[in-house]
């Protein structure tokens, strides 16, 4: 086509006005076409001259990032409304590096999306004009990569957790059956001895006690780790529920100097849970959030409609996580605690697996985090995917 229009401008003096209506409608068909490819892709793409303006985006890069309308005249990157973003567009573009795959977490359109941006010079005609964006969404790539991942370590946590059970439940249970004999004895003795001549000793015997039950705990929490999950799900609204837990975990958020603010979506569409894992994740993740507050802070539930879904967040202001544990924290025996037995993340996650959901986590450090939980609305008919609105640029 491209040969053909050359040839053609070549002899545009001599071609008639229908000649030339001919090649023109040609031309608008080859980039209406060309158009069309460009807009059926699953993949962002920005185009920008050597000015850094931009001058193409197809329809899929509108799903991805948050773009602002263009005049024409705006630099590519102050189009581009998420900052990490456009922080790395800018760098890049004006140090003329060829950037491949660089992974950023964008929300947009009120999803959490991971993003992989490559960044490569547009070569015309043995020219650098410009430069070309690609924009893959790798959210449910990395989401399977890290099921699959997640269920090989809670299959061989099964193993464990079986062998744990009978290994050191039982011998933990003579234990403290043993010691509270102990203190009996000792009770029994203060009749005959002053009482502070056993002060040191029960002072041990606590000790042994607490950690005792503590391993009671972490026998308990592996054996709900990899059991079935018994699931008796009923339709309800989940503020109902959240407003419940918070009445019960107030005196906690008091006590650990931690405000709460609730900002429930009024016409939340109700969903179908067992409100006992409901609440016992949602019980883990708020822990954690008093954990990362150590000297008190803000904890926020927030629930909202998006689409056929409802979108449930627990943000904190404490101390974030590090960026190379993100990808672990949902991980059987992974803890950055010096007694967390690495479980209450794990349980959180099979619990909205279960019930078919998703869960991610945004954070930064120094600012807090947020676990953002997503569970499906049951849908009563099958709709047909929406065709997308054409966005021009």
Same mark, same amino acid.
Request: net charge negative; aromatic share 4%.
């Given at each position: 086509m491209r040969q053909f229009l050359r040839r053609a401008l070549s002899k545009l003096n001599k071609l008639t006005a229908e000649q030339i209506r001919s090649i023109l409608m040609s031309a608008a068909n080859e980039i209406n076409r060309l158009e069309t490819v460009l807009d059926s892709l699953d993949t962002g793409i920005l185009v920008c001259d050597t000015q850094y303006r931009l001058i193409l985006a197809n329809k899929y890069v509108?799903?991805?990032?948050? &773009?602002?309308?263009?005049?024409?005249?705006?630099?590519?990157?102050? &189009?581009?409304?998420?900052?990490?973003?456009s922080e790395f567009l800018a760098e890049v573009l004006q140090s003329g590096d060829r950037i491949i795959e660089r992974e950023f977490t964008v929300e947009?359109?009120?999803?959490?999306?991971?993003?992989?941006?490559?960044?490569? @010079?547009?070569?015309? $005609? %043995?020219?650098? *004009?410009?430069?070309? &964006?690609?924009?893959?969404?790798?959210? $449910? /790539?990395?989401?399977?990569?890290? =099921?699959? =991942?997640?269920?090989?370590?809670?299959?061989?946590?099964?193993t464990v957790a079986a062998g744990v059970?009978?290994?050191?439940?039982?011998? +933990? %249970? *003579?234990?403290?059956?043993?010691?509270q004999l102990i203190q009996k004895s000792i009770a029994a003795d203060t009749k005959q001895y002053p009482p502070d001549q056993f002060k040191t000793i029960n002072k041990y015997l606590d000790v042994v006690?607490? $950690?005792?039950?503590?391993?009671?705990?972490?026998?308990?929490?592996?054996?709900?780790?990899?059991?079935?999950?018994?699931?008796? #799900?009923?339709?309800?609204?989940?503020n109902a529920l959240i407003k419940e837990l918070v009445d019960f975990v107030a005196f906690e958020l008091d006590a650990a100097q931690i405000e709460f603010r609730l900002m429930l979506e009024d016409t939340l569409a109700d969903i179908e849970f067992d409100d006992r894992y409901i609440k016992q994740a949602l019980l883990n993740l708020i822990k954690n959030a008093i954990a990362a507050m150590p000297q008190g802070g803000l904890l926020t539930i927030t629930t909202q409609m998006h689409d056929t879904e409802v979108i449930l967040t627990v943000s904190d202001t404490g101390i974030g996580i590090p960026e190379e544990n993100m990808a672990k924290i949902f991980e059987p025996y992974f803890t950055t605690k010096t007694t967390g037995s690495g479980i209450g993340l794990t349980l959180v996650y099979k619990i909205i697996r279960e019930h078919n959901g998703e869960i991610m986590v945004k954070s930064q450090l120094g600012? %807090?985090?947020? #676990?953002?939980?997503? +569970?499906?609305? @049951?849908? /009563?008919?099958? /709709? +047909?995917?929406?065709?997308? $609105?054409?966005?021009?640029?």
């Open positions: 509108h799903l991805l990032l948050p &773009i602002a309308d263009d005049s024409g005249a705006d630099l590519l990157w102050h &189009i581009v409304l998420d900052g990490m973003v947009h359109k009120g999803k959490l999306r991971l993003l992989s941006i490559s960044v490569l @010079p547009l070569v015309q $005609e %043995g020219r650098v *004009s410009g430069s070309l &964006i690609y924009i893959d969404d790798i959210t $449910e /790539k990395r989401s399977r990569e890290a =099921r699959l =991942r997640r269920m090989e370590n809670l299959a061989s946590l099964t059970a009978h290994e050191i439940k039982n011998p +933990l %249970g *003579s234990l403290s059956i043993h010691i006690n607490e $950690e005792i039950d503590r391993l009671n705990h972490i026998v308990v929490d592996f054996l709900f780790a990899v059991r079935p999950m018994d699931m008796e #799900f009923k339709t309800g609204n989940l600012e %807090g985090s947020s #676990f953002i939980i997503t +569970l499906p609305v @049951p849908q /009563k008919d099958c /709709k +047909l995917l929406p065709v997308l $609105e054409s966005n021009p640029v």
